[in-house]
C-alpha cells in the first residue's frame, strides 16, 4: 500500500461502515480526471485549513488534484473583505476603483495561473471572476462558504454576473441558496475526525489540560468554545448556567479566542470577565488560535456543550462537540438545527431559560444524556464528517462531467 | 439464476432557491415545484438520518410541526405516505387537499415567527454498486447485515418510486429468482415509512431468518 492510500486508509475505522470504499468506487469513475482547487490564501481561514486536509485525500483517492491561490494587492483585500461583510449582509460602501481592482487582480491572476482542469472548484468570492478565463469545455463550481442569505444587493448583483456563468453553485446552508440560473447545490461543511481538534485524546491528557488551566473536576463542567462575540451570546450563557446552578452545582468554561485582533472581542471578553469575577466556579480561557488540542481535551472533560449562538452561519463547534459524544444544547438559529435533532442528539432553544432548563435536565438524567451523546457522535459520524465531504464532492464531480 | 447485485447511492442536493414561511405559501409551492421535489421532501430523511426516526415521516410535516408549530396540521399530513399504488402526483394531491381543509377550517394562516423557512429542494440520486452480490437466501440475508445503508434506500425506495417499478427490488428477485413467494410479500408489506433505514434492515434479516429456519 503507498503513502498516498495510507491517507485515506486511516479513515476506515473512523467513517461510516462502507464509505472508504465508496469513495474509491467513485474515484474509479474518475480516473485520469483532473481536479483544481482556487482560493485566496494558503495559510489561515476555515478554507485553507480544510483544503490542506481535503486535497491530500483526493490525490489518496488518484485523483490528479491541485490548489493554486490567488495573489492580491491590498486594495485588493480590502474591496475582498468589503465583498464579504456585504455578502453577510453589512453595508458597504464600495467605490468604482475598488470594483475595476478586483477586476484587475482577477484577470491577472487567472492568465498567471495554470486553470487547466477537468473540474475547478472556485472558493468564495475572491477569484469568483476567474470564470472568465475558463478553459472549454471545462466544469467549474463555485463554492461559497460564506453566510449569503441577506447579501447587500449591489454587491450582489456584481458577483452574481460571474456566478451566473458557473456550472453550479453550492451553498452550505439551503438558507443562503440565491435567485440563479446556475443550478445550486447543497454542501456541509465537515469536520476532520483525525485532527489534532478531533482525534482521540486519553483519560490523562484530557486531564493534563485541566490541570494546566486550574479547572477541578469535582463538579460536572458546562462549556461554550466559540470567539467573543455577541452573537456567540456569551453573556446569555452566563445568565442560563446561573440559573441552572441554583439546582445543580456546576462549573462553567468559557474557551474562545480573537480577543487579540478584534476590538469589539476584546470588549465583550473584558465583559465576560466583569459578568464572571466573583464567581469562582467560571472560567474564562482566552486561547491562542491553535489551541487544538487544549479545545479537544475541554470537549472530552464536559458533561454539557452549548452553543447559544443568537446568529450563526453552519457552526462546527456543534459537530466537534458531538464528535466526542456529548450532548449539545445550541440556539435555534443557522445550521446549528440541522445538527441537533431536538431530544435525540441535543437540544435547541430559543431563550436563556431554555437553556437553563435542557442543562438541568441533562444533568441530572445522565443515562438521557449518555444516550443522545452516542446519538450525536454516529448522527456526525454520517453526515458531517470530512469523508462525507469527499462524496459530495466527487459526486459533483461525476454529475458535472457525466461519467 | 440471476444473483442479486447490491447497488448504493449517493444524492446530489440541489437548492431550488424556492421558500415558504406559511402555509398558503407552502401550499402555492407543493403545487407548483418539480415532481422531484415532492419526492425528496418525502424521503430525505432517510438517507440523512438512516438511524434516527423522526417525529413525522416527511419534511412536510416535520416542517408545520416544528417550525411553524402547528402539530395539527403537522399531524394531517403525517397520514400520507407514498406507499402501496400511490404515484407522486397523487401524494402532492393529497398534500394540497390536507393543507387547503386546514387552511379552511382555522381561517388564519400560520407561519413562522421563531422558526426556519421551509426551503424546496430536490436530488439526483447517482448509483454506486457495492461489488456485493447473493445467490442464495442466506448469501442474501448475510450481506444485508453488512451492506451499506445507502443500497436499502435504494433497493426499496428508489426502486419503487423513481424507477417506478411498483415494488421493491428486493420483493422481484426474492420472488423471480429465489422463488421465496411469501418473503417476498411479506417485504413488501413492510410499512416502511415506519422505520429507519437501520431499523428497516433489521426488519429485514428478521424476515430472512424467519424464512430460513433459524
Known amino acids: 500500500m503507498s503513502g498516498q492510500e495510507r491517507t485515506l486508509e486511516l479513515y476506515r475505522g473512523v467513517a461510516p461502515a462502507g464509505t472508504v470504499d465508496l469513495l474509491y468506487r467513485l474515484a474509479d469513475r474518475l480516473k485520469g480526471k483532473s481536479l483544481l482547487h482556487v482560493n485566496s490564501t494558503r495559510w489561515g481561514g476555515g478554507v485553507a485549513e480544510m483544503l490542506h486536509r481535503l486535497v491530500p485525500l483526493f490525490v489518496s483517492l488518484g485523483i490528479n488534484t ?46 498567471k495561473l495554470d486553470l487547466n482542469a477537468d473540474v475547478a472548484i472556485i472558493h468564495d468570492p475572491q477569484p469568483a471572476a476567474f470564470i472568465s478565463q475558463k478553459p472549454r469545455n471545462a466544469k467549474w463550481l463555485w463554492r461559497c462558504h460564506i453566510d449569503a442569505s441577506r447579501p447587500q444587493r449591489k454587491v450582489w448583483q456584481f458577483l452574481s454576473k460571474y456566478v451566473e456563468k458557473y456550472n453550479g453553485a453550492i451553498f452550505s446552508l439551503p438558507g443562503f441558496a440565491q ?38 473536576t469535582d463538579k460536572p463542567i458546562i462549556l461554550q468554545v466559540s470567539r467573543f462575540d455577541r452573537f456567540k451570546d456569551p453573556i446569555g450563557v452566563i445568565k442560563a448556567y446561573q440559573m441552572a446552578k441554583k439546582y445543580n452545582d456546576c462549573y462553567l468554561v468559557l474557551a474562545g479566542g480573537g480577543a487579540a485582533d478584534d476590538p469589539e472581542g476584546a470588549q465583550v471578553l473584558q465583559e465576560v470577565r ?54 449539545v444544547i445550541g440556539g435555534f438559529v443557522g445550521g446549528i438545527t440541522a445538527q441537533i435533532m431536538y431530544g435525540a442528539t ?23 444524556a449518555n444516550r443522545m451523546g452516542a446519538a450525536a457522535k454516529e448522527f456526525t459520524r454520517r ?8 462524496v459530495d464532492y466527487l459526486s459533483l464531480m461525476i454529475a458535472n462531467i457525466g461519467v | 439464476m440471476k444473483s442479486f447485485l447490491f447497488t448504493g447511492c449517493i444524492e446530489i442536493k440541489e437548492l431550488l432557491g424556492k421558500k415558504a414561511d406559511n402555509e398558503a405559501k407552502l401550499m402555492e409551492l407543493i403545487e407548483e415545484v418539480p415532481v422531484d421535489s415532492i419526492y425528496y421532501h418525502m424521503h430525505s430523511y432517510f438517507l440523512h438520518h438512516s438511524y434516527i426516526v423522526e417525529p413525522f415521516p416527511h419534511d412536510f410535516a416535520n416542517w408545520v410541526a416544528i417550525q411553524v408549530r402547528d402539530k395539527v396540521l403537522g ?19 393529497e398534500l394540497i387537499e390536507i393543507i387547503d381543509q386546514h387552511l379552511s377550517d382555522i381561517r388564519i394562516v400560520p407561519g413562522v415567527i421563531y422558526g426556519h423557512p421551509f426551503y424546496f429542494m430536490k436530488s439526483r440520486i447517482i448509483e454506486v ?53 411469501d418473503l417476498a410479500e411479506k417485504i413488501d408489506m413492510i410499512d416502511a415509512y415506519m422505520y429507519s433505514l437501520e431499523g428497516l434492515r433489521a426488519k429485514l434479516i428478521s424476515l430472512c431468518n424467519k424464512a430460513l429456519g433459524e
Open chain 1, 179 to 216: 435567485k440563479l440560473k446556475a443550478p445550486q447545490y447543497l454542501m456541509y461543511p465537515s469536520i476532520d475526525p483525525l485532527s489534532d481538534k478531533n482525534k482521540d485524546l486519553g483519560p490523562e491528557e484530557v486531564q493534563a489540560v485541566l490541570r494546566r488551566f486550574e479547572i477541578p
Open chain 1, 346 to 368: 441535543g437540544y435547541t432553544v430559543n431563550s436563556v431559560e431554555g437553556c437553563a432548563y435542557q442543562i438541568r435536565y441533562l444533568l441530572n438524567n445522565p443515562d438521557s
Open chain 1, 66 to 111: 491541485r490548489w493554486e491561490v490567488l495573489e492580491g494587492t491590498p486594495l485588493f483585500y480590502k474591496v475582498t473583505k468589503s465583498f464579504h461583510n456585504a455578502l453577510q449582509g453589512d453595508a458597504q460602501n464600495i467605490t468604482d476603483e475598488m470594483y475595476k481592482e478586483y477586476v484587475r487582480v482577477n484577470k491577472q491572476n487567472a492568465q
Open chain 2, 75 to 93: 399531524e394531517k399530513l403525517s397520514a400520507i405516505t407514498p406507499w402501496r399504488n400511490k404515484n407522486l402526483e397523487d401524494i402532492r394531491n
Open chain 1, 274 to 327: 466583569d459578568a464572571a469575577a466573583k464567581d469562582k466556579d467560571m472560567f474564562i480561557l482566552d486561547l491562542p488560535a491553535d489551541s487544538n488540542i487544549e479545545i479537544n481535551a475541554l470537549q472530552r472533560a464536559a458533561a454539557v456543550i452549548l452553543q447559544k449562538s443568537l446568529k450563526e452561519g453552519f457552526g462546527l463547534t456543534v459537530s466537534e462537540a458531538m464528535w466526542k459524544g456529548k450532548p
Open chain 1, 383 to 390: 453526515n458531517f464528517l470530512i469523508t462525507r465531504h469527499l
Open chain 2, 129 to 181: 454498486p457495492t461489488g456485493l452480490s447473493a445467490s442464495s437466501l442466506g448469501e442474501f440475508r448475510d450481506i444485508l447485515k453488512v451492506v451499506e445503508a445507502s443500497a436499502i434506500y435504494n433497493h426499496i425506495f428508489e426502486a419503487r418510486f423513481r424507477v417506478k417499478k411498483g415494488k421493491s427490488d428486493f420483493a422481484f428477485w426474492l420472488d423471480d429468482e429465489i422463488k421465496a413467494h
